[in-house]
């Protein structure tokens, strides 16, 4: 790297980190995109005049309000309502809303930060946003989660719209949440529109969006497998959630011939040795999405497998890894054990759930290494294709919707390929996904004039 551009990365990472005190993974985020396309920069330093970096680091609106709410006992309780509109160059912000209590500032704007450049990969026209709470819905009653949800979207129903901001799903927001939240924001704004996606089949959800991101990240991976001559026939898989991602890439996986060993949440991992089956995957579908249980409760079902209690599922062996469940979830001692286990492939489905220590593990050793925002990418893609069937007012049938997300995600590994494949032939995923989703974006927001 030229001195001018080290010189000049080395004191933008300076100024960010001080102006934006302790927001660990919003540090992180920007420091892994900069990281990468500072050859970019090198090939065209005009970009560090315009100031391209500190623009896109900086949100363009961010709203912070308090959510009050009754509980079922009549007490009163107080949630913080977050939503970060972090850039609109490329459209209108979209970005899915999370509800967990490890919802703060640094992760909605290190999640924005990651859903621009997403978005702009997908090539649909949306920017990057991305919001939530720290109410958490476990243990909650259907009566609280949605007196929660009226009064958040009381607040958030000013700052969003069809043309303006469409949230979505994400840690913690389901089919049952956005239910509540388009409920109130008609009610609110008197208007059947498109403003969120996720939405119920019957009032202008799409068909195949619950499926998308773990279908997507089966489809993408499936692209990284073939460029080694390789595919998910007979691989031992192991993933990590048991979530709207982690479900439905182990559904993908396990239809695609591969042996799903994992799932797991907050608590602990369950292994089943014979893997998932689609018998076993109904089970799992009920136990999440209806009965709201825990994973542990799928070894008292199938008694062969086993539950780990407050450990991940990193040190079973496996030859392909899909991380679904949060952030930085895959430290560098379990990317080691990954390595020396015989993983040869990890394709993210979480946002950013690798540390830095531990990509730079599975890129020293070679593996096949793809961040979230390239392989996670068919969620949003599939809500832009919501919205462009509530705009035209279609349905599409699932095989459509299908044909999209695959040909999205193909062009997103495509356009890997095209910035990330170094000279003796190695992907490098992280810095293709970087380039290709910031060149896009640096380019609208020139063209747009400084605003
Ligand atoms: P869900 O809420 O449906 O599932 C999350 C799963 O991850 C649960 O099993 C949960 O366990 C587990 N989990 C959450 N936090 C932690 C934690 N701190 N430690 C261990 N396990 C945890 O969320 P999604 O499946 O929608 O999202 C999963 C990931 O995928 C997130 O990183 C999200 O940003 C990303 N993503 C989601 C998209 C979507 O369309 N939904 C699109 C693109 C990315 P528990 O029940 O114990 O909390």
Redesign the pocket.
């Known amino acids: 790297m030229e001195k001018f551009v080290k010189t000049y990365i080395d004191a933008f990472m300076a100024e960010l980190v001080a102006r934006n005190p302790g927001e660990l993974e919003f540090h992180q985020a920007v420091g892994e995109v900069v990281g990468s396309v500072a050859p970019y920069l090198e090939a065209n330093p005009y970009l560090i005049n315009e100031k391209i970096l500190e623009r896109m680091s900086e949100p363009e609106r961010t709203v912070i309000f308090r959510v009050p709410w009754m509980d079922d006992h009549g007490t009163i309780r107080i949630n913080r309502g977050f939503r970060v509109q972090m850039n609109s160059a490329l459209g209108p912000y979209k970005g899915?809303l999370?509800f967990?209590p490890?919802v703060n500032l640094s992760i909605l704007k290190f999640?924005a930060f990651e859903q621009t450049f997403k978005n702009s990969l997908t090539t649909l026209p949306m920017g990057g946003a991305k919001g939530g709470s720290d109410f958490y819905p476990?243990g909650k009653s259907d009566g609280e989660v949605m007196r929660f949800c009226q009064s958040f979207m009381t607040e958030l129903s000013r700052h969003i719209g069809a043309d303006t901001d469409v949230p979505?799903?994400?840690?913690?927001?389901?089919g049952r949440e956005i239910g509540y939240l388009f409920g109130q924001y008609k009610r609110l704004r008197d208007e059947f529109s498109g403003t969120l996606t996720?939405k119920g089949l019957a009032w202008g959800g799409s068909l195949l969006r619950p499926e998308?991101?773990g279908y997507g990240v089966c489809y993408f991976a499936q692209e990284m497998l073939a460029g080694k001559n390789k595919s998910f026939e007979g691989q031992r898989v192991v993933i990590?959630?048991?979530?709207?991602?982690?479900?439905y890439a182990a559904q993908k996986a396990l239809r695609l011939g591969a042996k799903v060993l994992t799932?797991?949440?907050?608590?602990g991992y369950m292994y089943d040795p014979d893997g998932l089956d689609e018998e076993k995957m109904a089970y799992v579908f009920q136990l999440?999405n209806i009965r709201r249980g825990?994973?542990s409760e799928y070894v008292q079902k199938f008694p062969k497998a086993q539950y780990f209690a407050g450990q991940?599922p990193w040190n079973v062996p496996c030859d392909i890894a899909l991380p679904?469940?949060?952030?930085n979830?895959i430290e560098k001692a379990d990317a080691e054990a990954l390595v020396k286990n015989g993983c040869y492939a990890v394709i993210e489905?979480?946002?950013?759930?690798s540390t830095p220590d531990a990509i730079g593990i599975f890129q020293n050793a070679k593996l096949l290494y793809s961040p979230?925002k390239a392989s996670?990418?068919g969620?949003?893609a599939t809500?832009g294709l919501e919205m462009t069937q509530n705009s035209i007012r279609q349905h599409w049938t699932a095989e459509e919707v299908d044909t999209h997300l695959r040909r999205i995600m193909s062009d997103i590994h495509a356009s890997c390929l095209k910035y990330g494949t170094n000279p003796d032939g190695y992907i490098n995923y992280v810095r293709g996904a970087n380039i290709a989703g910031f060149i896009k974006v640096a380019g609208a927001m020139l063209d747009q004039g400084l605003v």
């Open positions: 899915g999370r967990h490890s999640l476990r979505a799903g994400d840690i913690g927001v389901g996720g998308a991101t990590s959630g048991a979530g709207n991602v982690a479900q799932l797991s949440d907050s608590d999440k825990r994973i991940r679904c469940a949060t952030q979830e489905g979480a946002n950013m759930p979230g996670n990418a969620g949003v809500s």
